[in-house]
């Protein structure tokens, strides 16, 4: 066992650091995300059809203050990133000058930027399968088996933001089954852990049962409607998530993992971690969690390279700067349309156009006479959140993924102004309809909202116990 280098605390704290306070100046930039408003307005629970209860929890508490203290967790968990980015190079044999590499380098990336923006689960993903894989790493090169113990106490907190953590464990164990070393799955200290994160996971695990496993109902729901996009997307999101200069050196961590015999593992996990997600057809982001520990075997490998001449300085500088015009709301909004980024960048469109919606939604709202008692109907969470936040005083509802079961229009509502893409359908479940107005944020940026009608809808035709059902969906 070799000793690990010193801590490169100086580099790695200021590129932590200079992280931090990018995205803390540029939390406000255009809006909230449509994410973000959504879970700000669901109640606390224990879970949720779509996700497990952390991040709703934190945006309720921490949403009605504006997007820069909603945005403090996820500006926290990207720097954390970070910094256990460059001590996993440290781990790996890295000295000063890898740990540099490796913190600055990942600093500059979209995961980074993008995922600590806005505060998502992909936030707290962000931090936490790098830390998982830390423990593992460290507990492998270093001797130091009670670290399993913390990996997967770690690993357990991660299933309250999302259960995708267990694809990271299957991987890792698979990977010890197929390419060893083997005796670590009969290790106490392994099968510790492993039970460890099993038992934190357990309240999570009770709610999937209770309720018939929403997690699965809505994986196969996001498969539905996604699965043509993510199958090809994600072979391009692999590229462009840490940058195509990085690629190689990504890459190169790949080789460097499979070169050692105790972790060898990782490249199964990867492996494997691809192979679901191309599978489940869900969403295409998910193997960008086990990245960051592939750069930083990458750079550790190619540290001597990197260090020679210009060339790769300009590469990492040049791949920070399109990451932080792409990932961060630099421009102005009003000339956004005017780019790619809004189609490079979902979460920059959907974050555009939020108050002038509503707005609009309430302009048609206050128009009928009070003696209506009109509620507002949209057809997706980011509308309904948005005209919470904006509107409190104006009754919203919605079908879409848990707001579908946090309430609905009382059996006496018989007015509705309904917003969005399900009118066409929702037109047929009310005697008359009449669109008043169609949204528009005045920026040209495309999004979701962009264009979709804002009707008033009289007289169920059937009660809303009967209606009520007929606008469920999960996307």
């Known amino acids: 066992m070799v000793a690990a280098a010193p801590v490169a605390r100086r580099s790695v704290a200021a590129a932590a650091l200079t992280v931090f306070v990018v995205l803390t100046l540029t939390s406000n930039g255009y809006g909230f995300d449509r994410d973000e408003l959504y879970f700000a307005m669901l109640h606390p629970a224990w879970g949720y059809v779509d996700q497990p209860p952390l991040v709703p929890l934190l945006a309720h508490a921490l949403g009605g203050s504006g997007p820069w203290l909603l945005r403090l967790p996820a500006s926290l968990c990207a720097a954390g990133s970070v910094v256990v980015t460059a001590l996993t190079a440290r781990e790996l044999g890295g000295d000063a000058r890898a740990q540099a590499w490796t913190a600055w380098g990942y600093a500059g990336t979209s995961a980074v930027l993008t995922f600590g923006h806005v505060l998502l689960t992909s936030s707290a993903d962000l931090l936490l399968w790098p830390l998982v894989s830390l423990l593992v790493i460290r507990a492998e090169l270093r001797h130091r088996p009670a670290l399993w113990l913390v990996a997967g106490a770690v690993a357990g907190a991660a299933t309250y933001n999302k ?48 309720n018939g496993w929403p997690q699965l109902e809505m994986g196969q729901a996001l498969a539905d409607n996604n699965a043509d996009f993510t199958r090809w997307f994600m072979w391009v999101f692999l590229v462009v998530i840490l940058g195509p200069p990085l690629v190689v050196v990504w890459l190169a961590g790949v080789r460097e993992l499979w070169w050692r015999p105790e972790l060898r593992c990782f490249v199964v996990a990867f492996g494997l971690v691809v192979g679901l997600t191309f599978g489940a057809a869900a969403q295409p982001h998910y193997p960008a969690f086990l990245m960051p520990t592939l750069f930083a075997a990458g750079v550790v490998a190619m540290v001597d390279q990197l260090d020679r001449g210009w060339l790769w300085r300009g590469l990492f500088a040049a791949n920070a700067a399109v990451s932080l015009v792409v990932s961060l709301p630099l421009l102005p909004v009003g000339v956004l349309a005017r780019t790619p980024i809004p189609d490079m960048n979902i979460v920059a469109a959907d974050s555009v156009g939020w108050p002038a919606y509503v707005d609009q939604i309430g302009a048609v709202h206050d128009s009928l006479p009070a003696s209506d008692g009109a509620v507002v109907v949209t057809s ?38 309904f917003v969005g893409g399900q009118f066409e359908y929702a037109e047929g479940l009310f005697a008359s309809c009449e669109i008043r107005d169609r949204l528009d944020s005045g920026t040209d940026v495309d999004n979701e909202e962009q264009g979709v009608p804002v009707a008033v809808c009289r007289d169920p035709l059937e009660p809303w116990s009967n209606t009520w059902p007929r606008l469920r969906h999960l996307d």
Request: aromatic share 10%.
């Open 380 to 417: 997706n969470y980011g509308e309904a959140g948005a005209i919470a936040h904006y509107r409190p005083d104006v009754a919203v509802y919605s079908g879409q993924n848990s707001l579908y079961d946090q309430a609905r229009p009382a059996d006496d509502v018989t007015t509705v102004v």
């Open 163 to 210: 259960l995708l953590i267990g694809w990271l464990l299957a991987g890792l164990a698979l990977g010890y089954l197929l390419v060893g070393p083997r005796d670590r799955l009969r290790s106490p200290w392994v099968i510790g852990g492993s039970a460890l994160a099993l038992l934190l996971a357990v309240p999570n695990l009770a709610y999937q049962i209770a």
